[in-house]
């Protein structure tokens, strides 16, 4: 069972963290409560808050009121709240939330620095925003992360 959040504008540090664990998640800036609800409605998103006065608004079940404070505390209330999220860590776009894919490195020649190009191998692309990523010390950081969160679940 794959559920899908909105993450209300309060919370965009947790965004990122969402999509690290490969939760899908998008946000709305600068969107009215009531727009938010209607796009998350009509995509059956679960919106996530800390806005006690907009949560009280929306049906039962149809949101979560967020109650820890730091990004990192928060990915582990949701991940415990809602279990069987049905996601691979690290295969979603930290921009745009779409799945990543591998690409062949020879097709990256001309679009990445001549040295990322040269000392890594695997390389993956979002096929919607185009933004590409490899395993760097960036990427290991972020594997070790997603290490650590999983075993304090």
Known sequence: MNIAFLVDENLLGLLRKLRMMGVDSIALKETSDKEIYFAAASQKRIILTKDQKFYRTIPSGEAYLVQSEKPQEQLIEILKTFSDLGNIPLSRCFEC?????????????????????????????????????????????????????????
């Open 97 to 153: 939330n779409t799945i990543i894919a591998k690409i062949p490195k020879e097709s990256l020649k001309d679009r990445v620095d001549p040295n990322t190009f040269r000392f890594y191998q695997n390389f993956f692309e979002c096929p919607t925003c185009h933004r590409v990523y490899w395993e760097g010390s960036h990427f290991k950081k972020l594997r070790e992360e997603v290490r650590l969160i999983l075993q304090i679940l």
